[in-house]
């Protein structure tokens, strides 16, 4: 892409004219979405620049219970060999382990809305905004914020460098197999949701408190 076509690429809420704004802690909700060992290189389903991802997501989690802000946690569950709840790959990564008073939403579903208290457990923190992060990019967390926003009109703040991806494999329109990138698959997907469902920041430190 040129210069010229970067520079007159427009979201669609900005050609609504949508107020962009970041979400502050004060006023959101973190939700902490899949970070489990499942995703590091030691797991089934290792992430293109997992380790830098959960140190963004530790940072956010931190300044969060700073700042008093709610955090809701989510888990996937699946079975012996993916997920397992039972195993190390289906447990939380210690750097963002919950702590008393935060609690935990096991899924076993893309969309942790589905069969889950997700909705009731949001709105009991009374906040209205939602702040975003966690695994993976291009599934789970774009399927929640979908959700979030369409569903049940929360506005969604995505932290882009406290999310990852991994390569795909994919037949192109040529029809010939190939395979998309991981960080392509990553930035694909932040730009999809910043589009519409959501803003997307680069990192914590975009994220203000008040």
């Known amino acids: 892409m040129s210069t010229s076509d970067q520079q007159q690429a427009k979201t669609l809420l900005q050609i609504a004219g949508a107020n962009l704004e970041p979400s502050s802690l004060?006023?959101?909700a973190v939700i902490l979405?899949?970070?489990?060992n499942e995703y590091l290189p030691t797991g089934n389903v290792p992430l293109h620049g997992v380790q830098e991802a959960l140190d963004q997501?530790?940072?956010?989690?931190k300044r969060a219970r700073e700042q008093q802000t709610p955090v809701i946690h989510v888990v996937?569950?699946?079975?012996?060999?993916f997920y397992d709840?039972?195993?190390?790959?289906?447990?939380?990564?210690?750097?963002?382990?919950?702590?008393?008073?935060?609690?935990?939403?096991?899924?076993?579903?893309?969309?942790?809305?589905?069969?889950?208290d997700m909705l009731k457990l949001i709105e009991a923190t009374g906040r209205k905004k939602l702040i975003v992060a966690g695994f993976m990019t291009?599934?789970?967390?774009?399927?929640?914020?979908?959700?979030?926003?369409?569903?049940?009109?929360?506005?969604?703040?995505?932290?882009?460098?406290?999310?990852?991806?991994?390569?795909?494999?994919?037949v192109g329109s040529d029809g010939k197999p190939t395979t998309v990138p991981a960080q392509q698959v990553h930035d694909s997907n932040l730009a999809a949701l910043n589009d519409f469902f959501a803003s997307v920041v680069p990192g914590v430190n975009d994220i203000k408190d008040e």
């Open 138 to 170: 291009h599934m789970c967390v774009s399927t929640f914020v979908r959700a979030a926003v369409e569903q049940y009109k929360y506005p969604c703040t995505v932290v882009a460098a406290a999310t990852a991806a991994r390569a795909l494999p994919v």
């Open 26 to 28: 004060k006023e959101s």
């Open 85 to 116: 709840p039972q195993g190390t790959g289906g447990q939380l990564c210690d750097q963002v382990k919950p702590i008393e008073g935060e609690p935990v939403v096991a899924k076993k579903h893309v969309n942790a809305f589905v069969d889950t």
């Open 33 to 36: 979405i899949d970070m489990q």
């Open 57 to 61: 997501g530790e940072a956010l989690l």
């Open 76 to 81: 996937h569950h699946g079975g012996p060999n």
